[in-house]
């Protein structure tokens, strides 16, 4: 059963830092794009960043640039997204999801609709 369960949410002040983990089971995301998405309230679903290795792509949203960085750890069957200087404006549920090589993320986007399995959600709450 393919499975994909986040961490690592939490209240945080504007600059701080956050690292979220998205940890899957019944899969190897070696073979999968996965991909970290947010919802702010009353905002539709957004795309942060997503990791292709098939593909060598690796994209961030232009929101997040410099600030955010996504990472795999292969042998735990994890991935991370290390969140620096977070903003207000970073607040909502984040997600982690897949979706099959060759879909999902590109090197522009991540399309939001190539995905096929995703995780509950955890909070991020920046304060100023």
């Known amino acids: 059963q393919v499975q994909l369960v986040e961490s690592g949410g939490g209240l945080v002040q504007a600059g701080g830092s956050l690292r979220l983990s998205c940890a899957a089971s019944g899969f190897s995301m070696d073979y999968y794009a996965i991909g970290w998405f947010r919802q702010a309230p009353g905002k539709q679903r957004e795309g942060v960043s997503c990791s292709n290795i098939m593909a060598r792509i690796t994209y961030y949203a232009d929101s997040v640039k410099g600030r955010f960085t996504i990472f795999r750890d292969n042998a735990k069957n994890e991935v991370y997204l290390q969140m620096n200087n977070l903003k207000p404006e970073d607040t909502g549920v984040y997600y982690c999801?897949?979706?099959?090589?060759?879909?999902?993320?590109?090197?522009?986007?991540?399309?939001?609709?190539?995905?096929?399995?995703w995780g509950q959600g955890t909070q991020v709450t920046v304060s100023s």
């Open positions: 999801a897949s979706a099959d090589s060759g879909y999902g993320c590109y090197e522009h986007t991540s399309k939001l609709d190539d995905y096929d399995y």
